[in-house]
């Protein structure tokens, strides 16, 4: 395949030009639990209307950095600014402004699809005619309108994906943070989920971060990505660039095998295992 061109790796590299402002930046994130750290002074920027990639194998950090992210918790040094709010000082602020889309349930099989949302609606404090409205057009926008007054546990594995993201999505966040958005999904409704993604960005000018195991994906989705290993940004580009730096006939694969230390290593413990396993057979 060649030797490794030595392109830009800068953890720090921003992908824009100096001036412009960013829908996340971290500074030295760092967490660390015990002797173990999880996150090590990693520094990110993302631009507002990108989908940007956290990729990296299990225990690389992703889930720490997303959780940090979303406020739910703290990091141990450094911050980070999110739609221009700092996660420590301002969470409450952060919150307001993100969307979030876990691997766990986020739907409610006991309501319908409207229902979801409207409970949705309310916790984001939306006002009634104007919840009422954006249900509508989330419904519709989500391909969801004709499932509106199902029962969400009759949902199909995309169905629920697309509720989900329609939960998410309805306060009009600046930032949409999804973690393994496509996990247990057959490629149907993964190119769903994905064409729904695209148009999030351009129609609402919704800046995407992903965490995700498919090289596919990034590759299919992602402005930019960033790659994890051990706590650490390895590398940062676009796919295409971080591709041609490896040499012709690159794939995103070595890219990721190259950078998350060239080995294939275990996918997670016993529990991550059974999550894994449950979300996807709830979403199959």
Same mark, same amino acid.
């Given at each position: 395949?060649?030797?490794?061109?030595?392109? /830009?790796?800068?953890?720090? !590299?921003? *992908?824009?030009?100096? =001036?412009?402002? #960013?829908? %996340?930046?971290?500074? &030295?994130?760092? +967490?660390?639990?015990?002797?173990?750290?999880?996150?090590?002074?990693?520094?990110?920027?993302?631009?507002?209307?990108?989908?940007?990639?956290?990729?990296?194998?299990?225990?690389?950090?992703?889930?720490?950095?997303?959780?940090?992210?979303?406020?739910?918790?703290?990091?141990?040094?450094?911050?980070?600014?999110?739609?221009?709010?700092?996660?420590?000082?301002?969470?409450?602020?952060?919150?307001?402004?993100?969307?979030?889309?876990?691997?766990?349930?986020?739907?409610?099989? /006991?309501?319908?699809?409207? !229902?979801? *949302?409207?409970?949705? =609606?309310?916790? #984001?404090? %939306?006002?009634?005619? &104007?919840?009422? +409205?954006?249900?509508?057009?989330?419904?519709?926008?989500?391909?969801?309108?004709?499932?509106?007054?199902?029962?969400?546990?009759?949902?199909?594995?995309?169905?629920?994906?697309?509720?989900?993201?329609?939960?998410?999505?309805?306060?009009?966040?600046?930032?949409?943070?999804?973690?393994?958005?496509?996990?247990?999904?057959?490629?149907?409704?993964?190119?769903?989920?994905?064409?729904?993604?695209?148009?999030?960005?351009?129609?609402?000018?919704?800046?995407?971060?992903?965490?995700?195991?498919?090289?596919? !994906?990034?590759?299919?989705?992602?402005?930019?990505?960033?790659?994890?290993?051990?706590?650490?940004?390895?590398?940062?580009?676009?796919?295409?660039?971080?591709?041609?730096?490896?040499?012709?006939?690159?794939?995103?694969?070595?890219?990721?095998?190259?950078?998350?230390?060239?080995?294939?290593?275990?996918?997670?413990?016993?529990?991550?295992?059974?999550?894994?396993?449950?979300?996807?057979?709830?979403?199959?």
């Amino acid at each position: 395949m060649g030797t490794a061109k030595n392109v /830009a790796m800068d953890p720090a !590299e921003t *992908l824009a030009h100096s =001036g412009d402002s #960013y829908a %996340i930046e971290t500074f &030295d994130l760092t +967490r660390r639990f015990g002797d173990m750290t999880a996150v090590d002074h990693v520094n990110l920027h993302v631009r507002y209307g990108a989908i940007f990639g956290l990729l990296g194998p299990n225990g690389a950090g992703k889930s720490t950095i997303i959780k940090m992210l979303t406020t739910l918790l703290d990091p141990t040094s450094g911050t980070a600014a999110v739609a221009g709010f700092d996660i420590v000082k301002s969470p409450g602020d952060v919150r307001r402004r993100i969307g979030y889309v876990p691997q766990l349930l986020s739907a409610d099989g /006991a309501l319908t699809g409207y !229902e979801n *949302l409207n409970l949705f =609606g309310q916790l #984001y404090g %939306i006002a009634s005619a &104007d919840r009422k +409205r954006r249900i509508t057009e989330a419904l519709h926008f989500m391909g969801l309108t004709e499932s509106a007054n199902k029962l969400a546990k009759y949902f199909s594995g995309g169905m629920i994906r697309r509720l989900e993201l329609a939960q998410a999505m309805l306060h009009r966040p600046a930032v949409l943070v999804l973690d393994e958005p496509t996990i247990g999904l057959d490629p149907v409704a993964r190119q769903t989920v994905w064409e729904r993604l695209l148009e999030l960005r351009s129609d609402y000018q919704m800046t995407v971060l992903i965490t995700t195991h498919a090289m596919e !994906e990034a590759d299919a989705l992602c402005d930019a990505l960033a790659i994890l290993h051990l706590g650490k940004v390895a590398a940062v580009g676009k796919p295409a660039q971080l591709k041609d730096g490896l040499g012709p006939g690159a794939t995103l694969n070595d890219v990721f095998a190259h950078y998350s230390g060239g080995t294939i290593q275990e996918e997670g413990n016993y529990r991550d295992v059974r999550q894994a396993r449950r979300t996807a057979n709830r979403l199959g």
